[in-house]
């Protein structure tokens, strides 16, 4: 199929981009290249370095596109309760601008990055597709308010669509030539690249942001899974999705590691001492959050290859290290 990639620069993007290429796909990238990197983008992949806004240029009705796998978007939680407009903008804004393309192109097919984040703090665990979406932050309500109009645009135009919401992704895609395609955010905010920068030396001190949740250890609670079973899942959705359905996926690996017990495993990997430091409550923070990833794994045949949190470290231990 030929297939759009938008936000293909990035993290999981790369890492997607690859696997969509080594299965026989003609990729287009589409990145502003404002968080990504051009040299993330796979050699056999094409790179439109153009706003989402202005992705009516690239996806045009003469372009061909089979597919679009929507990954472009603002990600940190933290910041969208900070900065909330960059957050509207970039990803609602952003995306609406998206949907009028693949209506105006006739493109059949959208897999759209979602996240654990719509559903704001679980009445229970763990997380199926059926919970209520109550977003405690605005990165969160962002994804929600696009899963919305994706099932809008389903029920009216007849698009293939599927939301994947992920839970917290981490690891990095070893490639056979022994290089690795993983995470490189500035600034980096995500818990476990930190952890890591800690325990590399390139940072002195790991803020842990809140201990007083209703949880074991009073740290938050999240479930991580591997940025290459996460991308093969785009892969299986892509075949699945079906006219006139919005299917919706939760993908996690089930377990939920606190705070703590995250750096205790970077710690155990890396061999390194990780100095922590508690600090405040960060805004917008679920105290846990945990999938139940069955569905994916009955509809689509997804399962994972590393499910453990120390093989997630251990390939991002590598990464950093190169
Ligand atoms: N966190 C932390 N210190 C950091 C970064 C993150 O304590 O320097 C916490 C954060 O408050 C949350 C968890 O780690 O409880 C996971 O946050 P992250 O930003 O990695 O992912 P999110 O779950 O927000 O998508």
């Known amino acids: 199929m030929k297939l759009l990639v938008t936000g293909g620069a990035g993290y999981i993007g790369s890492v997607v981009s690859h696997l969509l290429l080594d299965a026989g796909h003609e990729v287009v990238v589409l990145d502003d290249l404002r968080t990504g990197h051009a040299d993330a983008v796979p050699a056999g992949a094409r790179l439109a370095q153009v706003p989402l806004a202005e ?15 929507h990954l472009a978007g603002l990600i940190a939680a933290g910041e969208s309760m900070v900065r909330p407009e960059l957050y509207w903008d970039a990803n609602v804004v952003g995306s609406l601008a998206l949907l009028d393309a693949v209506r105006a192109a006739r493109t059949p097919r959208l897999v759209f990055s979602s996240t654990a984040a719509v559903y704001g703090n679980p009445s229970e665990l763990p997380l199926t597709e059926a919970a209520i979406t109550a977003p405690t932050n605005t990165y969160g309500a962002t994804k929600l308010a696009i899963d ?32 690795f395609v993983g995470e490189r955010h500035d600034p980096e905010t995500h818990l476990i690249p930190i952890a ?25 609670v999240r479930d991580y899974i591997h940025v290459e079973d996460l991308a093969r899942a785009h892969l299986l959705a892509l075949a699945a999705a079906t006219p006139k359905e919005h299917r919706v996926y939760n993908l996690g690996n089930g377990n939920g590691f606190s705070n703590l017990e995250v750096v205790a495993a970077v710690r155990q990997v890396t061999g390194r001492p990780v100095p922590v430091r508690m600090a405040p409550r960060r805004e917008g923070d ?34 950093l290290q190169r």
Not at 196 to 213: H, K, P, S
Request: charged residues 20%.
């Open 55 to 69: 992705v009516a240029s690239v996806l045009t009705p003469d372009a061909g596109f089979d597919g679009v796998l």
């Open 196 to 220: 890591l920068q800690v325990a590399a030396g390139e940072r002195e001190t790991l803020d842990i942001f809140g201990d007083d949740y209703p949880t074991t250890d009073g740290t938050c």
């Open 148 to 179: 919305h109009a994706i099932t809008s645009e389903v029920a009216a135009y007849g698009l293939a669509a599927v939301s994947l919401r992920y839970f917290n992704v981490v690891g990095a895609l070893r490639r056979p030539d022994g290089t």
């Open 286 to 319: 679920p105290a846990e959050l945990v999938a139940s990833s069955a569905r994916a794994r009955q509809e689509l045949g997804w399962a994972q290859a590393k499910p453990t949190i120390t093989e997630m470290i251990d390939d991002a231990w590598a990464f």
